[in-house]
């Protein structure tokens, strides 16, 4: 009571100007402060302003006041928070500091256009006509920012650089005791974990290296960080969606795992994908590799998740039949029978390697969140 009629006394003064508009402001912002709320500095002046303790001008700073306020309670929130939550922070700092300086220096402009209103849209005076000045203010702000937001995002994440992994960025513990956010961040995660091991993977067997090719010693640690963060998600038994993504999200971690073994092949392994008869094996595995990488990273085609099955599926067909005919040889003795355990060592690990890599795109691919495990007859085995 005592602070609303100190800022009553001294915005009944006469402040003219903008020295006088900014101080009015600046009380607007200390009286969202302390009551924690902007709604609340707002509804203490329209109540200041219905009783005739101020003008309407003096209203619209204090509303301007009480905008800028509200970033304080979201820096002090983001103090100790993850880069994320900092940058959401930093950016509401800035929009709503830009935003009420813009208001200031524009104000007559926006009294005059409310002034219009009244007198020819039929507007009333007092609280209509004080929030149309805020929705109006606000609305330019926006109209300002909108054409930029990118530039802005951009020089926002240049600030706060996120200096942790990059795979693992999303895996932020305050979001665990949401589940259904936890869960998303979790699926990002192993998307973008799953992507860098296809790379490494198709690089590894002779693809174009568009760039450096993660190494295993990079992606174990991502694997790793994603197997200890996920257990620690709450269950949401009711929630049946949200139940069967984490059960989509555990598939998808086990074959991840799986895959993540193949990054070195054995010696007897990658000798035989040397030999001249693996090309055709070679390039369906590369190309599910590529689709796979593509399709997680939302740069491939619609339908790029049943060409990842049917590339596996040819890697099956292609393994059946070469097998007997590699046995064949062995038997008439054309091939050696260490270099056909070798080839057949070889047709069997890049099976796995696509089989894998087609169950994990299944599983994190779009509009699979909640994807249901797969139990055709295709099935391979546990390893």
Known sequence: IVFGDWSSDVCSSDLSGLWGHLLVMAIGMIMTVIMQSSSAAVA????ALHAGAINFEQAASLVIGAAVGTTVTGALAAIGGSVP??????????FNLATGCIAV???PLFLWAIGLAQRHAGLEAGAMSLAAFHTLFIAVGVAIFLPFVHRFSRAIERLLPDRGPALTRHLDDTVLQTPAVALEATRRALRETAAETFRALRVGLGGPADAAAPSEDQLQPALDRLREFF??????????PL???RVAQMHAMDHLTR???????PANVRRALDESGMETALKLARAILAQGEAGLRGGAQEGWLPQVEQYAT???DLRRRQRPEILQHTAVGASAPGRALDLLDAMRWLDRLGYHTWRICHYLGPDNHSARPLTDASDHPDE
Request: proline content about 10%; charged content about 20%.
């Open 85 to 94: 939550a900092k940058r959401t922070a930093l950016a509401h700092v800035s």
């Open 243 to 245: 139940s069967q993504s």
């Open 44 to 47: 203490t002046t329209l109540t």
């Open 314 to 316: 040819s890697l099956v």
């Open 259 to 265: 895959l993540q073994t193949r990054l070195t092949p």
């Open 105 to 107: 220096v524009l104000l």
């Open 231 to 240: 257990p620690r998600i709450p269950p949401a038994a009711e929630d049946e």
